[in-house]
């Protein structure tokens, strides 16, 4: 079959009763095989209708369900219409992101997935990124550090440094699936260690073991890096043991979500 008729037949009529689910499935297959290209606008509402033999009310209830999919955009004025999104790791990872949010798991779920997708992209880190990306990450973790040094620390910039040097280790990794993952989760669960940061008792401790890990990284030392990953999280077990004790005695809920800890 060559590629023109390929494509006419994302167009083909559809049957009754399921057809606004049979067009939706005809688009978003042509989408991802790729007879349907990101920015190319797909026919008026019209013309689909008459080209799929329905009405012109199931071709709108496809095009809202691949909408809501993110594989759509539909654009409103002169040069309006329903458009194939071009979709990159923001909004994979935004889509991930939500999706963490609606279902959340247990603290030390987390902390434990968290823990060995670490491990696993610092090893990656240490084989595949360049020196020049080691000693960009080491910079940044020593200014990290220093920012939670200061007598009134802004844990607003803190914690956004914070998240872009986990998204910076993980791109060193050289595996876009580590990258959107940590994307998404840097996106699902804003405040990253904040139980660690927030607390004056474990802030200074939990930078410097940033810079520690990032030392290790840029020295080439895997095991080392290893070591400082597992006291990372040792501290945040700890501390957020004591938050949940301390919370216990007064009676009051811990965490109303997990963004709290991620």
Not at 18 to 31: C, F, G, Q, T, Y
Not at 213 to 240: F, K, M, W
Request: charge should be neutral; aromatic fraction near 6%; charged fraction near 25%.
């Amino acid at each position: 079959m060559n590629p023109d008729q390929s494509f006419k037949d994302v167009f083909l009529p559809v049957q009754g009763g399921r057809a606004s689910e049979d067009i939706a499935l005809k688009l978003e297959a042509a989408i991802l095989d790729g007879r349907l290209n990101p920015g190319e606008r797909l026919p008026s509402e019209r013309e689909m209708q008459v080209q799929f033999g329905t009405g012109r009310g199931v071709v709108r209830e496809a095009i809202q369900v691949l909408k809501q999919k993110g594989l759509l955009e539909v654009r409103k004025g002169a040069k309006g219409g329903a458009y194939v999104r071009r979709l990159n790791v923001a909004n994979v990872s935004e889509s991930l992101a939500l999706f963490l949010k609606q279902h959340p798991v247990g603290r030390e779920q987390l902390i434990e997935f968290r823990e060995s997708m670490d491990q696993t992209i610092t090893l990656l880190a240490i084989a595949r990124a360049t020196p020049d990306e080691k000693a960009h990450l080491l910079a940044e973790a020593l200014r990290f550090e220093a920012l939670l040094r200061e007598p009134k620390p802004d844990l607003a910039i803190s914690g956004e440094l914070d998240r872009q040097l986990n998204i910076m280790l993980a791109r060193m990794a050289r595996n876009s699936l580590f990258e959107w993952v940590m994307q998404a989760l840097q996106l699902g669960f804003s405040s990253h260690d904040h139980a660690l940061y927030e607390d004056p008792r474990y802030r200074d401790r939990a930078a410097a073991n940033w810079r520690d890990t990032a030392r290790a990284i840029a020295d080439n030392e895997p095991l080392r890096a290893l070591s400082y990953i597992g006291r990372h999280y040792g501290l945040l077990r700890q501390c957020v043991a004591q938050m949940q004790d301390s919370a216990a005695d007064q009676e009051m809920p811990l965490f109303s979500d997990t963004s709290r800890l991620f």
